[in-house]
T-cell receptor
C-alpha cells in the first residue's frame, strides 16, 4: 500500500541534543512538507521541498534543518538551537512540485518531548 | 502576506448541522481545502474547492465559497459523534508554493 510514514511515533530528547525525525513516502510524490502543530496554533510550516536536492524555509525554520537526498525521504533534524521543540510534527507530501488540487497526504505524526 | 483564520471551537447536538467558517487573505489562492484530524493522528482531506466555484456538495458535506469576502464554510449535515475532530481550512499559495493552514476548529458533538 502506498503512503507516507513517520517514525518514531513518540520521541524524547534531552535538552541540548539534536534529534532526527524520519519521513518516508512511496507515493512517488515530488513535494514534501514539514509542519509543527501546537495546541490552538494550527499547523506552521517549517521546511518544504519541491524536488530532490532542493528545499526552502517555511515560516518557522530557525532551529531546524532538513535534507532531500532521495525523492522518497525528507528527514527533519531538530537542533539544540530550537528553544521550544516540544510539539507534534507532521510530514506531508503532494504529487506535483507545486500545491494544486491534488491531495496532501499526511503521516501519522511524531510527538517530540524534551525532558 | 497570507493568513487563514478560523474559530477555535464549535459544539453541536447530534443530528444537527454543523457550520465551520474560515476566512483567508491571499487573493491569489486557487484551491481551498478542508482537512479533518482525529486525536493523535495526521490530517485527512475531506474536500476541496477551486476558487472559481461557489459551492461543492459531497454527501453530508457542503462547501460554500464567497470569493469576494474571502470566506469559506463547511457544513456537515446530520452531525454524528464520529464527526468529532479538528477541522482545518487550508489554501494553496501558488506563488510561494505553499499549503497554508488555519488554526483548526475543534468540533464537539454531544447527544
Amino acid at each position: 500500500d502506498g503512503g507516507i510514514t513517520q517514525s518514531p511515533k513518540y520521541l524524547f530528547r534531552k535538552e541540548g541534543q539534536n534529534v532526527t525525525l524520519s519521513c518516508e513516502q512511496n507515493l512517488n510524490h515530488d513535494a514534501m512538507y514539514w509542519y509543527r502543530q501546537d495546541p490552538g496554533q494550527g499547523l506552521r510550516l517549517i521546511y518544504y521541498s519541491q524536488i530532490v536536492n532542493d528545499f526552502q524555509k517555511g515560516d518557522i525554520a530557525e532551529g531546524y534543518s532538513v535534507s532531500r537526498e532521495k525523492k522518497e525521504s525528507f528527514p527533519l533534524t531538530v537542533t539544540s538551537a530550537q528553544k521550544n521543540p516540544t510539539a507534534f510534527y507532521l510530514c506531508a507530501s503532494i504529487e506535483g512540485a507545486r500545491p494544486n488540487h491534488g491531495e496532501a497526504f499526511f503521516g501519522q505524526g511524531t510527538r517530540l518531548t524534551v525532558v | 502576506g497570507e493568513d487563514v483564520e478560523q474559530s477555535l471551537f464549535l459544539s453541536v447536538r447530534e443530528g444537527d448541522s454543523s457550520v465551520i467558517n474560515c476566512t483567508y487573505t491571499d487573493s491569489s489562492s486557487t484551491y481551498l481545502y478542508w482537512y479533518k484530524q482525529e486525536p493523535g493522528a495526521g490530517l485527512q482531506l475531506l474536500t476541496y474547492i477551486f476558487s472559481n466555484m461557489d459551492m461543492k456538495q459531497d454527501q453530508r458535506l457542503t462547501v460554500l465559497l464567497n470569493k469576494k469576502d474571502k470566506h469559506l464554510s463547511l457544513r456537515i449535515a446530520d452531525t454524528q459523534t464520529g464527526d468529532s475532530a479538528i477541522y482545518f481550512c487550508a489554501e494553496t499559495n501558488l506563488i510561494m508554493n505553499k499549503l497554508i493552514f488555519g488554526a483548526g476548529t475543534r468540533l464537539a458533538v454531544h447527544p
